[in-house]
């Protein structure tokens, strides 16, 4: 009967850890495609030609990064 009741302790905690988990991420403020935008030239980044949220200077660093021969 002991095991019983911390079987049940466990499984009603886990349920509240995750509806509470869940509830928070879900009013978090992030905005439809803030993961999605590019901040760098990382992976797939390089398919646009003007890349926002960096300045002119650090476009132009990442550019001649690419024109060098390896």
Request: net charge negative.
């Amino acid at each position: 009967m002991k095991q019983m009741h911390w079987l049940i302790l466990i499984l009603v905690g886990w349920t509240l850890s995750f509806a509470g988990g869940y509830a928070i991420s879900a009013n978090t403020g992030s905005e439809p495609g803030y993961f999605t935008a590019v901040e760098a030239a990382g992976y797939g980044g390089g398919a646009e030609e003007k890349i926002e949220g960096l300045t002119d200077e650090v476009q132009d660093y990442y550019k001649s990064l690419q024109d060098v021969d390896e």
